[in-house]
């Protein structure tokens, strides 16, 4: 079975990565790419690196009107929306209509609560029986609703790699005092869009917090914790920017009513994740880095148990670019399908 697939946002970072992935696919065929700028007529000629590999023309997004989706229907069966957040609120509804399976990879569907979305993203939210019909797309904790289901709402990164690591406390329904997190992100986090913050002077050599309490995956995060425990959860979450162009470093300072021991954690993760394969938990006192994930679909977790202050201290990482948006994607596909989850992303991590 060859599954065709459109991918719209095609010029951005995440949507470079998906075509990478999808190129070595077994099972899916790219048939058409759209992109929001249409400088250049083919995809090799914007980025040169695809040469002799993906020879497909690039259309613009403009066209994409209703009587053309349906015109890509008769060619193709699923649709990547990897568009910044405000554009798929739109597109999504028009290929859902049209039949299409859709996976966004933006943040338009994420959050159930439109007036949620309004206040953190600053745009119109989408229509609220959409919202209701997408599945939050985190692949280790909703594999069953994926399954299942034709709309997914791809996870945003920091909340991938924070969630897979706080959902075993949470489904669990273990009393927390608080919650801490300390996340930072490598600049092709912010995607291709050229701002002062990501400009290479102001981020080489430095180091700087970001968006203080206003990121958009809290809310995100919240609503997810809040639906594994059963009751309100509140996080107090911190973002920085690294010097680097990819990955993510989540360090989660966790405080329980009651203590935990180092056993009891990793019986925790192994119960969970034991069958998980883009899961890898470290074995006690060896603790995960963003080049051991490089380039893969792995989220590779440590945790160590503060004894003097009472704390759990958890550290995860991702690529942000694979396991926090295209591979993540392609692990949703895979479940969809009813294909195994490993398809198209065996990368071993590039290193150094």
């Known amino acids: 079975m060859v599954l065709n697939v459109v991918i719209v946002g095609a010029s951005g970072y995440s949507g470079v990565e998906l075509i990478r992935i999808l190129h070595q696919h077994p099972n899916v065929s790219i048939r058409h790419l759209f992109v929001h700028t249409q400088e250049q007529e ?25 009587e053309k989706i349906a015109d890509l229907k008769e060619t193709s069966e699923l649709v990547f929306l990897a568009t910044p957040s405000g554009v798929s609120k739109d597109l999504a509804p028009k290929f859902l209509n049209a039949g299409f399976k859709v996976i966004d990879l933006s943040g338009d569907f994420r959050l159930k609560d439109p007036v949620l979305y309004e206040e953190w993203y600053k745009k119109n939210a989408a229509e609220p029986r959409f919202l209701e019909r997408s599945v939050y797309g985190l692949a280790e904790v909703f594999v069953n ?18 969630l897979l690591a706080l959902a075993p406390f949470y489904r669990r329904k273990l009393p927390i005092r608080s919650v801490i997190i300390d996340a930072k992100s490598g600049v092709s986090g912010a995607g291709r869009g050229l701002s002062r913050n990501t400009h290479f002077s102001e981020v080489n050599e430095n180091f700087k917090a970001y968006k203080v309490g206003k ?3 809290i809310p995100e995060i919240e609503q997810i914790l809040t639906k594994l425990s059963g009751k309100k959860e509140t996080v107090q979450m911190m973002t920085h920017l690294l010097p680097i162009t990819r990955g993510i470093l989540s360090t989660i300072y966790l405080e329980l009513e009651d203590d935990i021991s180092d056993e009891a954690v ?17 074995k006690q006192g ?33 690529d942000n670019l694979m396991k926090g948006a295209a591979g993540q994607a392609v692990q949703n596909l895979n479940l969809m399908m009813g294909w195994e989850q490993t398809l198209g992303l065996t990368q071993i991590p590039i290193y150094p």
Request: proline letters at 5%; glycine letters at 4%.
């Open 42 to 66: 083919k995809l090799d000629e914007l980025y040169p690196h695809f040469r002799s590999f993906i020879n497909i023309p690039i259309r613009s997004v403009s066209e994409l009107a209703d």
């Open 145 to 162: 609703e994926i399954k299942e289901a034709n709309f997914i709402a791809n996870p945003g990164c920091y909340a991938t790699s924070i």
């Open 215 to 217: 990121h958009q995956h």
């Open 266 to 282: 990793a019986k925790l993760y192994q119960e969970d994740y034991q069958d998980q394969p883009f899961i890898r938990i470290r």
């Open 286 to 318: 060896e603790y995960p880095e963003t080049k051991q994930v490089y380039g893969t679909n792995f989220c590779d977790i440590g945790y160590y148990v503060d004894k003097r202050t009472g704390r759990v201290i958890l550290f995860s990482v991702i």
